[in-house]
């Protein structure tokens, strides 16, 4: 039984995005399954890496917000160009941290929710009642969830998920770790991918 | 006639050595031709947007060295693990510089041939010695070419050149403008080639 495929990812990452869709179908097409991590470009990138934001990064900031929507109609996925780029993923991450210690499968469906909802359709997912909506969605109690993502024990939890992203040497997203060899970003699928089909090179 | 594809590239960059390789290809499928533009990360990326070099961030630095190598082998394009991801590339942008406004295909094939020794065999090519060696190989005057590297004039050629590149909002190597659309990455060579093949989406 193959080890599944670790995905990091942070709802604020137009790219983790695309990726999370990549990596299913590559994942679909070998057999493999997908862990879905939550890590936080936030502390990743501003506080270990030293770098800022790629929104608050001149020149570079205009280009991403181009690339993202133009890599998304070469892919073939859904990109609303009223997705804004800059939006709070604490509720969404805290929600899925919560959800996926009690079951990962829903949890993934509901980070596939955000996902599609925040990138796909453009509609704001950076504040809990929105993030409620979409689980409620999916069967979860909503009152429930807004309670949960208020706990310190769930704050803790995600922050735990971010400092073993860290430790890892996950610095960004997507990230994608197959049989022990780290990979990032979305236009990095096509090598993982082979990877699986190879066992590397 | 269309219009050239620009490439703008650093030496200092093993990515822009890759996709030099993969421009030139795209480029004579389709019987385009290649205009390469020197640029400086240390001016674009350490001045203009405020980062770090890649090899002095921390976990990405680590990460890019070994993608870099692995996404080389994906390719099939030689690779050193000598290469040194540090040297000085003031010497080999300048005398680029110097050659292409003289001859822009003597200049082309100088810098593919800085670009395979540095990164495909591990040469040093961070001393104007090291880069006067490359030249004269290909029938340059080695002691015009090493008085041509310490004028002004020759200086200031090519600041003015990375200031025209940052003028255009290219941040990083290897970048193509093709027909007026900018695509920053070695990994976005396929999408170099779609926007050729169809005119862009």
Chains 1, 2 share one sequence.
Do not use: C, N
């Amino acid at each position: 039984m193959p080890q599944p495929i670790d995905f990091y990812f942070d709802f604020i990452s137009p790219y983790a995005y695309l990726g999370s869709i990549g990596i299913e179908r590559i994942a679909a097409r070998h057999g493999r399954t997908v862990d879905w991590r939550p890590m936080l470009l936030g502390i990743s990138v501003l506080k270990v890496m030293g770098l800022k934001a790629v929104p608050d990064t001149p020149l570079k900031g205009a280009y991403s917000d181009r690339d993202a929507v133009r890599s998304a109609r070469f892919l073939g996925i859904p990109y609303s160009d009223a997705a804004k780029t800059q939006f709070a993923p604490l509720p969404s991450a805290r929600a899925f941290t919560w959800l996926k210690d009690q079951d990962a499968d829903l949890a993934k469906r509901f980070a596939q929710r955000i996902f599609a909802a925040h990138w796909g359709e453009g509609r704001d997912m950076g504040s809990a009642e929105a993030v409620a909506d979409e689980a409620e969605a999916l069967g979860v109690p909503r009152a429930e969830l807004l309670a949960a993502i208020e706990t310190d024990a769930v704050k803790q939890r995600l922050r735990a998920h971010v400092d073993a992203s860290i430790a890892k040497g996950v610095f960004g997203a997507p990230t994608f770790i197959v049989d022990g060899e780290m990979f990032w970003g979305a236009d990095r699928l096509d090598q993982v991918e082979r990877w699986i089909e190879t066992g590397g090179w």
